[in-house]
């Protein structure tokens, strides 16, 4: 009987759990509160492993993932997204983390606009459309932004200016954004050697010349870049 009893209490914990509303940002920063959040998520038990369903504040849903594990953020199953209108935005299958077959993303009027085969997490070929249908030349969805002159020049950057302020080695990333113009915001410190050791990495970074943005869907866009500095 005390066995089906906690049985019973922590089965009643999990579905309490799985229902709290975590708040977030417009770029997915966690919040404590609804108060200046454009979007909540809900996590759930499912036979995959965990749902992870994204809702805009009126109730409206973002996006669905199936995780089978979700602390390693391992996508297995379905990953969908739609249009604050209804309409879907994008569907994908991931198998083991890594996308397999056709994703497919639509315009708002619910048109095909892009179809892009994938193949072990890799990618085949694609095609585009236009919002009438008619195929137009592929360009990929997502470009990374970069350094000028790519990362050998960016690390030749670091070399060459980058100041030490005590003796301590080893390894410190810094994350942040490439705005539209190029130049570097946000600065968060993602692995640490010292306090410094850290300040001089970030002044290193807004000392740096402007970047080229990243693309998304073809246009110029905000991203969010992590990078890596070992002093040695």
């Not at 998520?41 to 979700?70: A, M």
């Not at 390693?72 to 969908?80: A, D």
């Not at 397999?100 to 990618?123: A, S």
Request: net charge positive.
């Amino acid at each position: 009987m005390k066995k089906l009893l906690l049985l019973f209490v922590l089965f009643f914990s999990v579905q309490i759990f799985s229902q709290d509303k975590v708040y977030f940002t417009e770029d997915f920063k966690e919040l404590p509160s609804a108060d200046n959040a454009i979007y909540y998520t809900i996590y759930e038990d499912s036979p995959e492993g965990t749902l992870r369903t994204t809702y805009y504040l009126d109730n409206t849903v973002y996006s669905k993932d199936q995780f089978s594990n979700y602390k390693r953020r391992i996508l297995n199953g379905t990953s969908e997204k739609w249009y604050k209108n209804g309409v879907k935005e994008m569907h994908s299958i991931y198998i083991k983390g890594k996308q397999e077959g056709i994703q497919t993303r639509y315009f708002e009027n619910g048109k095909i606009k892009r179809t892009e085969n994938f193949k072990n997490g890799e990618f085949v070929d694609g095609n585009c459309f236009d919002e009438n249908g008619t195929e137009i030349d592929f360009f990929p969805y997502f470009i990374k932004p970069e350094f000028p002159g790519g990362m050998k020049a960016f690390y030749d950057y670091v070399a060459n200016n980058f100041k030490s302020p005590n003796s301590a080695k080893g390894e410190i990333k810094i994350g942040f954004f490439v705005e539209l113009d190029g130049t570097l915001n946000h600065f968060e410190v993602l692995k640490s050697i010292n306090k410094e050791m850290d300040l001089s990495a970030i002044r290193l970074l807004v000392n740096s010349p402007k970047w080229t943005p990243g693309k998304v869907d073809g246009k110029n866009a905000r991203v969010k870049f992590s990078i890596p500095l070992t002093v040695k």
